[in-house]
């Protein structure tokens, strides 16, 4: 008899820590998928945006075109000269952002399918494990798919900054600098207190312009809890005086020639991009 409890108490606690792990495992794929159905949606989202860009641009060279006199013809070829290459630029980097978007909602949509499979599965200890492993190489997918994301995030902010600064008239090697602590910043949440890489005072820059670059640059890299007033007030603090609640509360009017917007990183990337190049024309 002693042998049947012993056996029978061993046999309720196994069958308790499966209990318990099934249970672990429901609650993660829930977390997950409802996660995963947010990126899915934001994504669709963004598409659709690209596609209308892109059409918004075709059809704004297609006027530009057809407004020009028809007996003109050298009219109609610099017209076209001068469009054509922005349109192919954009259309070429709307595809790549397009493709990219397309690939981690194909990697996110198959994890939910197996996540669903998976939860239907009958528990035991080799499912357990199978689980397991499949959870843990689905992720490793879903990882660098979001590390390739979070690096032409990166690309393109740096990018965002170089022609923001250097439009500005800013010196080379604070430009350079600028590059060196938003990189820092964005990669890690913080900023290392060091006198050699504080930016000297422009007075084409306004304060307001700076907070809505940082404000700009954190939501397109949806790093939105991070503290972008630490970030001013130790890198440009030759512009900023006081407390930091004079940052959040103050210097929200921005200028009419403002090079930054409220619209946004990469709406106010294409206005920096066509200013460049107008400056590099002329």
């Known amino acids: 008899m002693p042998y049947f409890y012993i056996f029978a108490l061993v046999y309720t606690a196994f069958k308790a820590i499966l209990f318990g792990i099934k249970l672990y495992i429901e609650v993660q794929i829930e977390k997950k998928t409802k996660h995963l159905?947010?990126?899915?949606?934001?994504?669709?989202?963004?598409?659709?945006?690209?596609?209308?860009?892109?059409?918004?641009?075709?059809?704004?060279?297609?006027k530009d075109v057809a407004a020009t006199q028809q007996t003109d013809a050298e009219s109609i070829i610099e017209s076209l000269r001068k469009s054509l290459p922005d349109v192919v630029s954009s259309l070429v980097e709307e595809q790549v952002t397009l493709r990219r978007a397309q690939e981690k909602h194909r990697v996110e949509f198959e994890y939910q399918q197996k996540m669903s499979e998976l939860k239907n599965r009958s528990i035991s200890v080799e499912s357990l494990l199978e689980t397991h492993e499949k959870l843990g190489r689905i992720n490793k997918e879903?990882?660098?798919t979001e590390r390739l994301e979070q690096e032409d995030r990166l690309k393109t902010t740096t990018e965002y900054a170089a022609l923001f600064f250097a439009l500005t008239k800013t010196p080379v090697e604070d430009v350079e600098k600028v590059l060196m602590v938003v990189k820092s910043?964005?990669?890690?949440?913080?900023?290392?207190?060091?006198?050699?890489?504080?930016?000297?005072?422009?007075?084409?820059?306004?304060?307001?312009?700076?907070?809505?670059?940082?404000i700009n640059i954190?939501?397109?890299?949806?790093?939105?809890?991070?503290?972008?007033?630490?970030?001013?007030?130790?890198?440009?603090?030759?512009?900023?005086?006081?407390?930091?609640?004079?940052?959040?509360?103050?210097?929200?009017?921005l200028p009419k020639d403002s090079l930054v917007s409220k619209d946004g990183l990469e709406a106010d990337l294409k206005r920096l991009r066509n200013q460049s190049g107008d400056e590099e024309n002329s």
């Open 37 to 62: 159905q947010a990126v899915i949606e934001k994504q669709q989202s963004q598409i659709k945006e690209q596609e209308s860009c892109i059409q918004n641009e075709l059809d704004k060279t297609l």
């Open 142 to 144: 879903l990882e660098e």
């Open 185 to 214: 910043f964005i990669e890690h949440g913080y900023v290392p207190a060091d006198k050699n890489l504080k930016i000297a005072y422009n007075k084409k820059l306004s304060n307001a312009e700076l907070k809505q670059f940082a």
């Open 218 to 253: 954190l939501n397109y890299n949806q790093k939105e809890n991070y503290d972008f007033t630490n970030f001013l007030m130790t890198y440009f603090s030759d512009w900023f005086t006081g407390k930091r609640e004079n940052i959040l509360k103050n210097y929200n009017v």
